[in-house]
Each structure stands twice: as C-alpha cells, then as structure tokens.
C-alpha cells in the first residue's frame, strides 16, 4: 500500500495541471496529506486539513461529487483508493469565467454607448446582474429583474432577439457566453428617438428634405434649384409644375425649409386622394354638429395646422370646380371659415400649390379656374423630367444603391457600364421614382455572391420603352432638331479624331450627355 501511496504522489502534481484545478490526497477521515493547485505547486498550508468531501468518500467507501472547500462555485470529487482518498476539482475553470464575467461587467457601459440602448448581464436564470443605459450609466431599478427571454437563452443556450422588457417598441439581444452567465442589449435610443419624432409628427406634417436631399448636378436641375431658392424667402403663392415622378414634394419642403417659416407647421393635402365631399372639411375644419359624424367641439382644419407656415396643395388641378372658389377667397381674404360656423379665423399661411397638369388647358375645358390659376401662380417652378437631364442618371443610381444596400442589407458596390447605358438610353416616363422602382427591383434581383448590377438585373420594360424616331412622314420639330444635332456631333468628332472628350468640351456638354446623345443618334 505504501508503494501505492508513493505512486500516487507522484503523480498527484500532473493530476492537478491536467484537471485544471487542485488535487489533494486525504485519509479515509478527509485529513489532506498532499495538496496541489492547478500549477502542480504544493499548497502546504492545507496539510492535515479535513476536506469534508474527501471524509464522506472515505468513510462509504463510494464516489462523491460535490463542491470545492478552496473556490466557490467550483465543483470537484472525491474517490476512495483503499485507505486514502483522491480528490480533484475544475477551479481553474471557473477562475477564466469569473474573470470573462468581470471583463464583461467592465464593458457594458462601451457595449450599451454603442449598441445605443441598455446592455445587461444576467445569470443562468434571467436575473439581471448589472444594466447600463446608452450613456453608460448604471440602470440601478432593472437590477435583480428576471427576463423570460434571457432565461430561455440560458436554458437552449442559444441567442434570444426579441421584445425589450425595458423600452415599448424596442427589440432585445440575449446571448448566453457560459453556462452560468449572459448579457443582451437593446436599441432603446433609436425607439426613444422616433416615437419623440412620431410625437411631433403628431402635432403637424413635418418638412424633412432640404435643397441639400435633392440630387442632380446637370445645368437643367441646378437652374430649378436655384429658382426654387431664390424665392424661398418670400411669402407669395408658388406654383410647381412638372411630370409625375419628379419630386415636386421634395422642392415644396425645401422652399419652406430655407424659408423662415421653417420652425413653424407644414402641412400637406393632396387633393386627388381625398373625396370630394370630405376635402372642404379637411381644408377649412368643422364645428361641433356641423354634419353626422362630426368631432365633438369640431375640428381645425388643414389652414388653421398649417398657421404661421406652409401649406401644401398637391395635385392641385384635381381640385373640385365648386370648392376652388371657396379656395379663391381664403387666398384673397387670408381668412377661413369652418363648416357650420359664421365666425372667419385669421391665418398667416404661405401657399404652394403642385400640379403634373398643364392648368392653362384645364382652364380652356372649364375644369380650372382661371382666377385661382392666376392667384396660385405668382411663382412659378417647373420642374424638368428625368429625360431632360439624364447625365443625373449616374449620380441618382449611386444614392438608390446607397440606400438600398442599407435597406435589403445587400453589398452592392457599383452597377455596370452596361446596365448603366441602357438606363440612360430609356425614356422614364415615371422619372425619379421609377428610376428609384427599377433600381430596388435589380437590387432585389441582385444574388448574395454578386456585388454588381448588370443588365439581367434590370426590369424588362428598360429594354422596351427606349427613345425612338417618329414614323410620321412629315418630321416632327423635334426630329429636325435632333437631326441638326446629330450632323454637327459627327463634324465635330471628326474633327478631334473621334475624341469624344475633346468633342464635348467643344460642344459645351458634359462626356455624359455626350454620350447619351450618340446613344440616341445611333453613333456608338
């Protein structure tokens, strides 16, 4: 038995490096003879010690697991070899975890600045430990909360997003690091954020786009935006005329943005999405009674929200006839009148009114009034189709993509001279917004493995619908001019020798137009 003991001793060092904890050997009564850390190294200040463990092993002649006298937490056993005992345990182990676990509690504070909401950590129930908020700031009244989805993540051991318990709106990531241990975070300062946004958006329609949101580069888009500009200051009635697609919302916010009405409402009806016989309402408010189904105390009306700032008139040509002389007098008078009342409100409100109509030929079918054309026209923007500038193309696909990228959590970088030839080459009826359709569609289109967008990615109405001469007999004005600028093109890139940056420098265009334009005239 002696020899036994010796060998046991020996190896008792190697025992405790390979557990990873420490290794004793005890008599049948527990009272320790060796003991090692995790290192191999004596401890000699646990010689005759009794290790409770050890003692029961010994005394029953059987295997017992239980937990370690040296580290909480840690588990260790014990096995009866005769008349000695040999017991271990995983020390080490919980050592590392105690350690991550104090890393981790150090980094919450980085975690939660970061993630932009509360981050957390929690035990192997769901019990918070530590929470801090967005500005790293200890979140004392969430400590000692249990979270049901942080205690299913400890249970699967698998990650858990869901609902905040913290923040209404907000979603939640739990993550199990140990068996014993977990944290999650939240985004509770972006949900904070947009509700404080939604709040106020409440209160009146907001005006978010500048002159600075709208794009284009080309001579065409920079005069518009110059115009639009310039007038933004004033306090007369605008007119914004141009195709449907071209953003014509986009410049009303930006003239009241630049404006200095800007802190105060503005408010936009289209008046071809509501029906007729409700816009009246809307436009000038109600009182109490004034007709089945109206508001208790009444309602102000689009006028009245819109007071001190700008008011809206999208689509403006779609208008009922009957209501566009109600409309005549507020704009003349500055005053409105609610449905069901007598008395007249005072307003101070700047009008700019949108139309993708020519209001001059809806004046001549009797459909428009031509003392409110005149009286909304004051100012007039118009508002160039996407096929009047369509050097823009390059610029405006990079931003779509841009967003898109964001939006579908793709990784597109560019899109390819191909793609990019035949969207120059199509005619847009749709403009901007279907430039902005057909640029989602591809990216949509767009497999995980690819970075590019190229031909087979685009729609099949962009290889459809592409500029063509007219079959008519007797030429259009149009095609005599395009067949003048299509000579003097050709001189001039035999002139330079086929150099089509030289030949635009001297035709005053950009290499985009350039080319667009042989595109069109068929010189590529």
Not at 20 to 46: N, P
Not at 94 to 108: G, H, M, V, Y
Not at 452 to 476: A, G, Q, W
């Given at each position: 038995?002696?020899?036994?003991?010796?060998?046991?001793?020996?190896?008792?060092?190697?025992?405790?490096?390979?557990?990873?904890?420490?290794?004793?050997?005890?008599?049948?009564?527990?009272?320790?003879?060796?003991?090692?850390?995790?290192?191999?190294?004596?401890?000699?200040?646990?010689?005759?010690?009794?290790?409770?463990?050890?003692?029961?092993?010994?005394?029953?002649?059987?295997?017992?697991?239980?937990?370690?006298?040296?580290?909480?937490?840690?588990?260790?056993?014990?096995?009866?070899?005769?008349?000695?005992?040999?017991?271990?345990?995983?020390?080490?182990?919980?050592?590392?975890?105690?350690?991550?676990?104090?890393?981790?509690?150090?980094?919450?504070?980085?975690?939660?600045?970061?993630?932009?909401?509360?981050?957390?950590?929690?035990?192997?129930?769901?019990?918070?430990?530590?929470?801090?908020?967005?500005?790293?700031?200890?979140?004392?009244?969430?400590?000692?909360?249990?979270?049901?989805?942080?205690?299913?993540?400890?249970?699967?051991?698998?990650?858990?997003?869901?609902?905040?318990?913290?923040?209404?709106?907000?979603?939640?990531?739990?993550?199990?690091?140990?068996?014993?241990?977990?944290?999650?975070?939240?985004?509770?300062q972006g949900v904070t954020r947009e509700q404080k946004l939604l709040e106020e958006v409440k209160k009146f329609q907001y005006a978010k786009y500048t002159f600075n949101d709208i794009l284009g580069d080309s001579e065409a888009m920079k005069k518009v935006k110059n115009t639009a500009s310039q007038i933004s200051q004033g306090v007369s009635s605008v007119l914004i005329s141009g195709e449907t697609g071209t953003g014509k919302e986009l410049f009303a916010q930006a003239i009241h943005n630049e404006s200095d009405r800007r802190s105060n409402p503005f408010v936009a009806i289209n008046c071809a999405a509501i029906p007729p016989s409700l816009i009246e309402s809307y436009l000038f408010g109600y009182e109490e009674g004034a007709f089945t189904g109206a508001k208790k105390n009444g309602s102000p009306g689009a006028f009245e929200q819109a007071n001190g700032g700008t008011i809206f008139l999208d689509e403006i040509s779609e208008m009922d006839i009957s209501l566009q002389s109600k409309l005549l007098r507020v704009l003349q008078e500055r005053e409105v009148k609610r449905i069901g009342s007598t008395e007249t409100i005072k307003i101070d409100v700047r009008v700019i009114s949108a139309t993708n109509k020519d209001l001059v030929q809806e004046i001549k079918k009797d459909i428009f009034r031509e003392d409110l054309y005149y009286r909304l026209n004051v100012v007039q923007v118009n508002i160039p189709s996407l096929k009047e500038h369509l050097e823009d193309i390059p610029l405006l696909v990079k931003y779509f993509i841009k967003r898109y990228n964001k939006m579908l959590g793709k990784f597109v970088w560019e899109i390819s001279d191909n793609a990019q030839k035949h969207l120059v080459a199509y005619n847009w009826p749709g403009n901007i917004r279907q430039l902005q359709n057909c640029i989602e569609h591809a990216m949509n289109m767009v497999s995980v493995n690819e970075n590019l967008i190229d031909v087979k990615h685009l729609p099949n109405y962009i290889f459809e619908n592409r500029f063509s001469p007219s079959r008519e007999k007797i030429p259009s004005l149009a095609e005599v001019v395009g067949q003048a600028e299509r000579d003097i093109i050709v001189k001039v890139l035999r002139l330079y020798n086929g150099s089509k940056k030289k030949t635009a420098r001297a035709l005053g265009i950009s290499d985009t137009t350039l080319w667009r334009k042989m595109t069109d005239y068929k010189l590529l």
């Amino acid at each position: 038995m002696y020899e036994s003991i010796k060998t046991i001793l020996e190896v008792l060092p190697v025992i405790s490096r390979i557990s990873g904890g420490y290794a004793t050997i005890t008599t049948k009564q527990g009272v320790r003879l060796k003991t090692f850390d995790s290192e191999g190294k004596e401890v000699k200040s646990l010689q005759g010690k009794v290790y409770e463990l050890a003692q029961k092993a010994g005394e029953s002649g059987n295997i017992y697991i239980g937990k370690s006298e040296i580290v909480e937490n840690a588990e260790a056993w014990a096995l009866p070899l005769g008349e000695y005992v040999l017991a271990t345990s995983n020390i080490e182990h919980i050592l590392r975890e105690q350690e991550l676990k104090t890393a981790l509690t150090k980094a919450l504070p980085l975690i939660a600045r970061v993630a932009g909401g509360e981050a957390v950590l929690f035990d192997d129930q769901g019990k918070r430990l530590a929470s801090y908020d967005y500005l790293g700031n200890t979140n004392q009244k969430y400590i000692g909360l249990v979270s049901k989805a942080a205690k299913k993540a400890m249970s699967t051991q698998k990650p858990v997003i869901g609902e905040s318990m913290s923040v209404t709106g907000a979603i939640g990531v739990r993550i199990p690091i140990t068996q014993g241990f977990g944290f999650g975070f939240n985004n509770e300062q972006g949900v904070t954020r947009e509700q404080k946004l939604l709040e106020e958006v409440k209160k009146f329609q907001y005006a978010k786009y500048t002159f600075n949101d709208i794009l284009g580069d080309s001579e065409a888009m920079k005069k518009v935006k110059n115009t639009a500009s310039q007038i933004s200051q004033g306090v007369s009635s605008v007119l914004i005329s141009g195709e449907t697609g071209t953003g014509k919302e986009l410049f009303a916010q930006a003239i009241h943005n630049e404006s200095d009405r800007r802190s105060n409402p503005f408010v936009a009806i289209n008046c071809a999405a509501i029906p007729p016989s409700l816009i009246e309402s809307y436009l000038f408010g109600y009182e109490e009674g004034a007709f089945t189904g109206a508001k208790k105390n009444g309602s102000p009306g689009a006028f009245e929200q819109a007071n001190g700032g700008t008011i809206f008139l999208d689509e403006i040509s779609e208008m009922d006839i009957s209501l566009q002389s109600k409309l005549l007098r507020v704009l003349q008078e500055r005053e409105v009148k609610r449905i069901g009342s007598t008395e007249t409100i005072k307003i101070d409100v700047r009008v700019i009114s949108a139309t993708n109509k020519d209001l001059v030929q809806e004046i001549k079918k009797d459909i428009f009034r031509e003392d409110l054309y005149y009286r909304l026209n004051v100012v007039q923007v118009n508002i160039p189709s996407l096929k009047e500038h369509l050097e823009d193309i390059p610029l405006l696909v990079k931003y779509f993509i841009k967003r898109y990228n964001k939006m579908l959590g793709k990784f597109v970088w560019e899109i390819s001279d191909n793609a990019q030839k035949h969207l120059v080459a199509y005619n847009w009826p749709g403009n901007i917004r279907q430039l902005q359709n057909c640029i989602e569609h591809a990216m949509n289109m767009v497999s995980v493995n690819e970075n590019l967008i190229d031909v087979k990615h685009l729609p099949n109405y962009i290889f459809e619908n592409r500029f063509s001469p007219s079959r008519e007999k007797i030429p259009s004005l149009a095609e005599v001019v395009g067949q003048a600028e299509r000579d003097i093109i050709v001189k001039v890139l035999r002139l330079y020798n086929g150099s089509k940056k030289k030949t635009a420098r001297a035709l005053g265009i950009s290499d985009t137009t350039l080319w667009r334009k042989m595109t069109d005239y068929k010189l590529l």
